[in-house]
């Protein structure tokens, strides 16, 4: 068998590879989206505030959370180069 036959076999074999990995790695992420999708509850509550306001009623029983808001201060001078 020629050398040119022999590169020509083996490159159309590793395409073949790599698609076939290519399609065994997209059927796994597919599989793995439609367990996730499964174990979701149809009840599955959505949140009615936002995410502030839900950190805020987490911390409420504790007191509370205070923080001090540094002042704002004039930004900086850009870098000259060159």
Known sequence: ???TDL???AV???RQLSTEKLKSAVDY???LQDAETRNVS????VPSQ???????EMFKPFGG???EIPP???AREPPRFG
Request: proline fraction near 7%; glycine fraction near 4%.
């Open 1 to 3: 068998m020629r050398k």
């Open 7 to 9: 590169q020509q076999q």
């Open 12 to 14: 159309k074999l590793i």
């Open 29 to 31: 992420l597919v599989y």
């Open 42 to 45: 149809p009840d599955h509550e």
């Open 50 to 56: 936002n995410l502030g306001t839900a950190i805020h």
């Open 65 to 67: 959370v205070e923080l």
């Open 72 to 74: 704002r201060e004039p």
